[in-house]
């Protein structure tokens, strides 16, 4: 069974026009064709790699959240702060922070409640 019919189109790939014989014919040659499906699918891994590395970057953010008390640089890291602002708020008495020894250590309540306040 073949077709009469003629359609000019334009290739999505390449961009020339042409003629083709069904109206659903997408590209001008087999070699467009598989140009574009190369380049769909080098758009899908790079796709998959930028949320595997989104992945990869958000989790040390998440394993801070679930901790209950956290370290000067894991409090500088979670509120996107530097270690003197970090310092002049426990000065201030914003942030109330206790030591162990040598370690200074924020309990992540504290952290959320200096949240809940400015609300």
Known sequence: MSSNIYVQ?????????????????????????KRAYKQRKKEENVGQSNQETLAIKS?????IQEQDFLNIQETCELLGISRMTLYRMIKD???PATKIGRRTIIARKNIDKLFTLGS
């Open 9 to 33: 189109r334009i290739c999505q790939h390449c961009g020339n026009e042409f003629t083709a014989r069904t109206t659903v014919t997408k590209y001008c040659s087999d070699n467009c064709a």
């Open 59 to 63: 989790a040390p953010i998440k394993a």
């Open 93 to 95: 008495g914003r942030i």
